[in-house]
């Protein structure tokens, strides 16, 4: 079983996902050991793994993270990855701006409109994105927490760009979703069907 160990202690996201997608593309099966710095870069690794259809397991080692992801074949994979996601058209549904249009007091209807209308459409498999202005639907005080909770609830993927929440100083106001990386948000929009951007 060939063995793959990547190295990203101290390197902020996205670099630990990308060097750990880089070194499970170089193999057909086999294990990839990662060393990472910080619970954020942990979690967005592990996410990243296990939406591959891969099996991860991590342990503290001093100040640092060590992950064993497990890679199977490609076919057993995809089997993996389309059982957990189920059949149905992809959507990703981006917003960024914590508002829609040019005036916010309307354009703040819109949005609790929008999401509670996504809720009863035709079942499918979504994603829900926020970056800019965005994020901060997704945070404590927000007027769109309780409605996107419950997307959520039901089975919504929401990711939530980490790097936004960092510049507005907000990232412990987080109060639903998952807070992401540039690279998992644009493999998202990227493997989508169909992307609607508010």
């Known amino acids: 079983m060939k063995v793959v160990e990547v190295n990203a202690k101290g390197l902020a996201c996205p670099q630990p996902v990308v060097l750990t997608t880089k070194a499970l593309d170089e193999i057909e099966c086999g294990e ?8 954020v870069a942990r979690d967005n690794v592990m996410r990243m793994a296990e939406s591959r259809g891969c099996t991860v397991s991590h342990e503290m080692k001093d100040d640092s993270f060590i992950l064993r992801i497990a890679k199977v074949s490609s ?6 990855v389309a059982a957990k ?3 149905g058209e992809s959507l990703a549904y981006l917003f960024d701006a914590d508002f829609i249009g040019s005036n916010r007091e309307l354009g703040k209807v819109l949005v609790n409109g929008f999401l509670n209308a996504i809720e009863v459409l035709p079942e499918r498999t979504s994603t829900i994105v926020l ?7 997704a945070t404590s005080g927000s007027y769109v927490l309780e409605t996107l909770s419950k997307l ?4 919504f993927t929401l990711l939530i760009c980490g790097t936004c929440l960092d510049f507005f100083n907000i990232r ?16 998202a929009l990227t493997n989508a069907d ?4 508010f």
């Open 32 to 39: 990839v050991i990662v060393s990472v710095t910080g619970e």
């Open 75 to 80: 076919q057993q994979a995809s089997h993996r």
């Open 85 to 87: 996601e189920g059949a």
């Open 131 to 137: 970056i800019s202005t965005g994020v901060k639907l």
């Open 152 to 155: 959520c609830d039901s089975g």
């Open 172 to 187: 412990d106001k987080v109060r639903v979703g998952t807070v992401s990386n540039a690279l998992t948000i644009m493999e």
């Open 194 to 197: 169909k992307i609607v951007k």
